[in-house]
C-alpha cells in the first residue's frame, strides 16, 4: 500500500495547487464553465460526462462503503462536487483506517461482514493439503 498511499498524496499535493491555481485566475465559480460545456456535444462535452459519470460512480461507492449512513452519503456528494480534492485524502485516510489491507479499503463496512474462508467455500485438493 506505500506505493499507493505515496501515489495519494502526490495527487493531493496536485490537485490543490492546480486548483488553487485556477481559483486564484478564474474565480471559484466552477460550474458557470463545467456545466456549459456539457451543451454543445463536442469532446470538451464528451470528457466532462465522462469526468461526471465517473465521480458519481466514485461517489455512489464511497456512500456504500460508509453504509449508507449519514456520513457516508455526506462522503459520498463531497467527492462528486470536490473530486480528487477530497477523495484523494479520503482515500488516504480509509485505507490507513483498514490497516493497509486492500480488501478493507474496498469493502469499508462490509469487510466485517465477510464470511471467513471454509472448504466448501474455498476447498483445497487433497494434493495441496500434504503440502
Keep these: 500500500m506505500r506505493p499507493f498511499n505515496t501515489l495519494l498524496v502526490l495527487f493531493t499535493v496536485a490537485i490543490f495547487a492546480v486548483s488553487i491555481a485556477a481559483a486564484a485566475g478564474h ?3 466552477w460550474p458557470a464553465t463545467f456545466f456549459p460545456d456539457l451543451v454543445p456535444l463536442d469532446w470538451r462535452s464528451q470528457f466532462n460526462t465522462d469526468l ?3 465521480l458519481v460512480l466514485l461517489g455512489a461507492w464511497i456512500s456504500w462503503r460508509e453504509g449508507f449512513t449519514g456520513r457516508g452519503h455526506v462522503f459520498g456528494v463531497m467527492s462528486v462536487v470536490w473530486g480528487g480534492m477530497f477523495t484523494f485524502p479520503y482515500l488516504l485516510w480509509a485505507g490507513f483506517a483498514a490497516g493497509g489491507d486492500p ?3 474496498a469493502l469499508g463496512v462490509h469487510a466485517t461482514r465477510r464470511p471467513a474462508p471454509t472448504r466448501e467455500t474455498n476447498p483445497v485438493s487433497p494434493e495441496e493439503a500434504d503440502r
Design 103 to 105: 480488501i478493507g479499503l
Design 52 to 54: 461526471l459519470l465517473h
Design 27 to 29: 474565480g471559484c465559480n
